[in-house]
């Protein structure tokens, strides 16, 4: 049975409270960490009435964690499918007035939540590649719940940086611009790329997939 979004919100924000009240009990403000900039908060902050802040971070994996998290990685990360496939898409450019924590530069509305977002990269991190079976075509998922939050899959649109070596498609909204695709997932399309002149020190120009050859278009 669907559950509705609202209740979604509802029992997330139940669950992480809990979990949030043990942090702020600990320590009542906490500073970014080391790979971003400095900023202080509280997470569960109300700068207003019936207004409540938290602050995350999503890394090069597409793995969203707190913020202030001490440790991140696989273990610490959110897992839950339906938490994450009511949030991900929900994010979009941090364009509050007055401007609100810009060292956030995205943020995922949530009720009288505001769940301020900043990255190692990119929010959007495409994690995995389904292939098509039959005559539909592939699919590109994203942030790491398979095919619950995926894209169709044009692999014209992909586009490298010559300098990091990362991989790009764009995101499913315009307004968050391109999406980072996941190194390993990287690694498996860069095999397919066509350079000119066979210089990799320049983006590639073609991608011969499933033996045809596309120009990209990026």
């Known amino acids: 049975m669907a559950v509705p979004l609202g209740r979604i919100c509802m029992r997330r924000t139940s669950k992480l409270r809990?979990?949030?009240?043990?942090?702020?009990?600990?320590?009542?403000?906490?500073?970014?960490?080391?790979?971003?900039?400095?900023?202080?908060?509280?997470?569960?902050?109300?700068?207003?009435?019936?207004?409540?802040?938290?602050?995350?971070?999503?890394?090069?994996?597409?793995?969203?964690?707190?913020d202030d998290a001490k440790i991140k990685n696989f273990t610490s990360c959110y897992k839950e499918k339906a938490f994450l496939k009511f949030f991900i898409p929900r994010i979009s450019p941090n364009e509050l007035h007055p401007p609100r924590y810009p060292e956030f530069p995205f943020i995922s509305p949530c009720g009288r939540e505001r769940n301020f977002i900043r990255c190692d990269d990119r929010p959007i991190v495409f994690t995995e590649l389904i292939h098509s079976t039959g005559e539909g075509s592939d699919r590109l998922c994203y942030n790491g719940v398979g095919d619950l939050l995926s894209v169709d899959f044009q692999p014209e649109l992909l586009s490298m940086d010559p300098q990091t070596g990362r991989v790009y498609y764009p995101a499913p909204t315009a307004d968050l611009g391109a999406g980072l695709v996941k190194s390993s997932l990287a690694i498996e399309l860069s095999r397919c790329f066509e350079y000119e002149d066979t210089d990799e020190n320049k983006p590639p120009r073609w991608i011969n997939w499933k033996g045809t050859r596309l120009a990209l278009k990026r």
């Open 18 to 66: 809990v979990c949030r009240s043990a942090i702020s009990l600990s320590v009542s403000v906490r500073k970014s960490s080391a790979n971003s900039p400095a900023v202080s908060y509280v997470q569960g902050q109300s700068p207003e009435p019936k207004i409540r802040e938290y602050f995350y971070f999503i890394d090069h994996e597409g793995q969203l964690f707190l």
